[in-house]
């Protein structure tokens, strides 16, 4: 009984992330200006971030986490590394 | 799903409801930054995700983890805590980019400065008060 509770809701919870970043990554392609760009592809990431934490729920597998924490990192240095860029036109001066 | 029917049925449930809240929340969130008009509005959107919708799946995996080897498991407290102090500052910084660019360019919607104040509307005494305000202003200038 829990097994199936817990099967299907983080299969819906999966699939509702996976439409997130569908949704988040044709804002980043389609989006009209850079700034927009730069919005989409954070909201990629922070989603990419919460579906490996529901993959490590639903394996049982504790590895999933640093993924997960690596992947927040990553997100935050590169979204300050791409408004720097669009506010200044250079990332390093 | 390994050790997943060892859970007991309230932990399972617990783990859902939190799993659904956050999935839920973070669609939501996504689907405004889809939809959305103009930048300034869509910057709010995705902050849905990073605010309840991160809490609810970082409580769920708390609960599992805890449930699953039988002692309190804190470290996905760490990612929580992390993508709230990150995100503030990340758009912060890229909504002041965007505005420095769009008042260079003098773009089409950029919000206002102050709310624009209508004078017909002001009262006669509101607008004596705002006229000596105003005098006071310029002697001090």
Same mark, same amino acid.
């Not at chain 2, 709230?84 to 089409?108: C, H, M």
């Given at each position: 009984?829990?097994?199936?509770?817990?099967?299907?809701?983080?299969?819906?919870?999966?699939?509702?992330?996976?439409?997130?970043?569908?949704?988040?990554?044709?804002?980043?392609?389609?989006?009209?200006?850079?700034?927009?760009?730069?919005?989409?592809?954070?909201?990629?990431?922070?989603?990419?971030?919460?579906?490996?934490?529901?993959?490590?729920?639903?394996?049982?597998?504790?590895?999933?986490?640093?993924?997960?924490?690596?992947?927040?990192?990553?997100?935050?240095?590169?979204?300050?590394?791409?408004?720097?860029?669009?506010?200044?036109?250079?990332?390093?001066? | 799903?390994?050790?997943?029917?060892?859970?007991?049925?309230?932990?399972?449930? +617990? /783990?859902?409801?939190? &799993? #659904? @809240? %956050? $999935?839920?929340? *973070?669609?939501?969130?996504?689907?405004? =930054?889809?939809? !959305?008009?103009?930048?300034?509005?869509?910057?709010?959107?995705?902050?849905?995700?990073?605010?309840?919708?991160?809490?609810?799946?970082?409580?769920?995996?708390?609960?599992?983890?805890?449930?699953?080897?039988?002692? +309190? /498991?804190?470290?996905? &407290? #760490? @990612? %929580? $805590?992390?993508? *709230?102090?990150?995100?503030?500052?990340? =758009?912060?910084? !890229?909504?002041?980019?965007?505005?420095?660019?769009?008042?260079?360019?003098?773009?089409?919607?950029?919000?206002?400065?102050?709310?624009?104040?209508?004078?017909?509307?002001?009262?006669?005494?509101?607008?004596?008060?705002?006229?000596?305000?105003?005098?006071?202003?310029?002697?001090?200038?």
């Amino acid at each position: 009984m829990s097994a199936t509770i817990l099967f299907w809701a983080a299969t819906i919870a999966q699939i509702a992330l996976a439409i997130a970043m569908v949704l988040a990554s044709v804002r980043m392609i389609r989006g009209p200006r850079a700034q927009d760009r730069v919005l989409g592809l954070d909201a990629l990431y922070s989603n990419s971030m919460l579906l490996l934490l529901v993959f490590s729920i639903r394996t049982g597998n504790p590895l999933y986490f640093e993924i997960s924490l690596i992947i927040g990192t990553l997100g935050f240095v590169a979204t300050v590394a791409l408004a720097k860029f669009i506010m200044r036109g250079e990332v390093i001066e | 799903m390994n050790q997943a029917s060892d859970l007991p049925l309230w932990a399972a449930l +617990l /783990i859902a409801i939190f &799993l #659904l @809240i %956050g $999935a839920g929340l *973070t669609l939501i969130g996504s689907f405004g =930054l889809y939809r !959305l008009r103009s930048f300034y509005d869509r910057i709010h959107a995705p902050t849905l995700g990073t605010s309840w919708g991160t809490a609810g799946i970082v409580i769920a995996s708390i609960v599992y983890f805890s449930v699953v080897e039988s002692r +309190l /498991i804190l470290h996905h &407290l #760490l @990612i %929580g $805590a992390f993508v *709230t102090v990150t995100t503030p500052v990340t =758009l912060i910084l !890229l909504s002041r980019a965007a505005l420095y660019r769009d008042r260079a360019e003098n773009g089409p919607d950029i919000p206002l400065l102050e709310p624009p104040n209508n004078p017909s509307e002001v009262s006669s005494t509101e607008k004596e008060s705002a006229d000596s305000h105003n005098n006071t202003h310029t002697i001090e200038k």
